[in-house]
């Protein structure tokens, strides 16, 4: 009879020794591998050139915080910002060049990207460019007193550093937010262009402006 009775005892031991090896299984992966946290944006980006609410919709909503390069922007006539989080990576540039071309001839004779399948020509007031699935380039002519004429040149580049994958949808906010970033470098923050109040509030029209 005792024989017999062990049995029992024997598989509720094993049964409780079972949960708490899975309980404690799932306690060292809950606190090992957290869940990931929603990302967080401040209220300006890339030294005030463009709004954390602008940006966001570029990255996840949860992943790696955000992370910023620059404290400040346009503060010369080549600059960059850095912005990454949750994997994804959208760099702003800047470039001025020698007005040896217009910025209008110089987009009526870069023809990178008539052709290829998925590109858009924008506009926002004089300033002329292209819109793209993983990029948008805007570019102004810049009359200055800090740096005299210029062709003032603004990118947004996008890169996920996982698997490539562009979030669909996205081309719009790369024209907006290359529209926002050539403002503040135009303005008084930046280049201090004479002609940077023209420059329209708002996102870039689709097509280039007949002259």
């Given at each position: 009879m005792t024989k017999v009775r062990k049995?029992?005892?024997?598989?509720?031991?094993?049964?409780?020794?079972?949960?708490?090896?899975a309980a404690g299984v799932f306690f060292w992966q809950n606190n090992t591998h957290p869940a990931p946290a929603e990302i967080t944006y401040p209220?300006?980006?890339?030294?005030?050139?463009?709004s954390g609410s602008a940006i966001s919709p570029l990255f996840p909503e949860k992943g790696k915080k955000f992370e910023d390069s620059k404290s400040t922007f346009?503060?010369?006539?080549?600059d960059d910002c850095m912005m990454a989080?949750?994997?994804?990576?959208?760099?702003?540039?800047?470039?001025?060049?020698?007005?040896n071309s217009s910025a209008a001839e110089r987009m009526a004779h870069s023809h990178t990207w008539d052709d290829?399948?998925?590109?858009?020509?924008?506009?926002?007031?004089?300033?002329?460019?292209?819109?793209?699935?993983?990029?948008a380039r805007l570019d102004f002519d810049c009359k200055s007193l800090l740096r005299g004429p210029s062709v003032l040149s603004i990118w947004i580049?996008?890169?996920?550093?996982?698997?490539?994958?562009?979030?669909?949808?996205k081309r719009e906010s790369f024209a907006a937010l290359a529209a926002d970033?050539?403002?503040?470098?135009?303005?008084?923050?930046?280049?201090?262009?004479?002609?940077?109040?023209?420059l329209p509030e708002g996102p870039p029209a689709l097509g280039w402006p007949h002259r």
């Open positions: 049995w029992p005892l024997l598989s509720l031991a094993a049964l409780i020794t079972l949960a708490g090896v209220r300006k980006v890339c030294g005030g050139a463009l346009a503060q010369s006539g080549v989080a949750g994997g994804r990576q959208v760099d702003l540039r800047l470039y001025s060049h020698l007005p290829a399948p998925g590109y858009t020509k924008i506009s926002l007031g004089a300033a002329v460019g292209y819109a793209g699935n993983r990029f580049n996008y890169y996920d550093m996982k698997d490539n994958d562009v979030p669909p949808g970033a050539l403002r503040f470098s135009a303005g008084k923050h930046g280049l201090q262009c004479e002609q940077a109040a023209e």
